[in-house]
T-cell receptor
Framework: DAKTTQPPSMDCAEGRAANLPCNHS???????VYWYRQIHSQGPQYIIH???NNETNEMASLIITEDRKSSTLILPHATLRDTAVYYC?????????FGEGTQLTVNP | GAVVSQHPSRVICKSGTSVKIECRSL??????MFWYRQFPKQSLMLMAT?????????EQGVEKDKFLINHASLTLSTLTVTSAHPEDSSFYIC?????????????FGPGTRLLVL
């Protein structure tokens, strides 16, 4: 699985969009990009995944660059409950490897 | 959909005893189940991969005789920490993978916090 790199922390104002970047420059052609988040003392929550096209669901949007070497998770209107550690991962098959993640803090 | 449960959510035990943790996929049959461990302020570390009816595959450095995994059905996997010691105290999280067209997505349980005294 490709190594992922994320900034350790980010802040966002409540109601604004949160844009969380992830670098996965060694991703191979059949690896998907997955995003999860973990709120303190809970199991990770699935957010979204994609292969090469941009994806959107009720939680977030995923923008993958054309060369697939990086991606951005977008929370369009962040709320205080979105404060969590966000993990970007790549997977081939079903195996995930978690990096250090980004601690997103949404401020009132 | 895609709900995974774990039991117990929290356990405190004496050093030398064994502890069993259950992981269930409640509304789907899991292709594969995974066990992770997470220490405070650290990321999740994969311990083992488990398929129903076959032996688990353990990650390098994880003792298979200490962390026994049984995957009895497509909806249940158990992790037994044998002869637990204080250094085994951690947050144990399972996941179950659901095949959706061409990709398997892991859904995680709420975790089990183990404290060994």
């Amino acid at each position: 699985d490709a190594k992922t790199t994320q900034p350790p922390s980010m802040d966002c104002a409540e109601g604004r969009a949160a844009n969380l970047p992830c670098n996965h420059s060694t991703i191979s052609g059949n690896e998907y990009v997955y995003w999860y988040r973990q709120i303190h003392s809970q199991g990770p929550q699935y957010i979204i995944h994609g292969l090469k096209n941009n994806e959107t669901n009720e939680m977030a949007s995923l923008i993958i660059t054309e060369d697939r070497k990086s991606s951005t998770l977008i929370l369009p209107h962040a709320t205080l409950r979105d404060t969590a550690v966000y993990y970007c991962s790549t997977t081939s098959g079903s195996r995930l490897t978690f990096g250090e993640g980004t601690q997103l803090t949404v401020n009132p | 959909g895609a709900v995974v449960s774990q039991h117990p959510s929290r356990v405190i035990c004496k050093s030398g005893t064994s502890v069993k943790i259950e992981c269930r996929s409640l509304d789907f049959q899991a292709t594969t189940m995974f066990w992770y461990r997470q220490f405070p302020k650290q990321s999740l570390m994969l311990m083992a991969t488990s398929n129903e009816g076959s032996k688990a595959t353990y990650e390098q450095g994880v003792e298979k005789d200490k962390f026994l995994i049984n995957h009895a059905s497509l909806t249940l996997s158990t992790l037994t920490v044998t002869s637990a010691h204080p250094e085994d105290s951690s947050f144990y999280i399972c996941s179950a993978s659901l095949l959706d067209s061409t990709v398997e997505t892991q859904y995680f349980g709420p975790g089990t916090r183990l404290l060994v005294l």
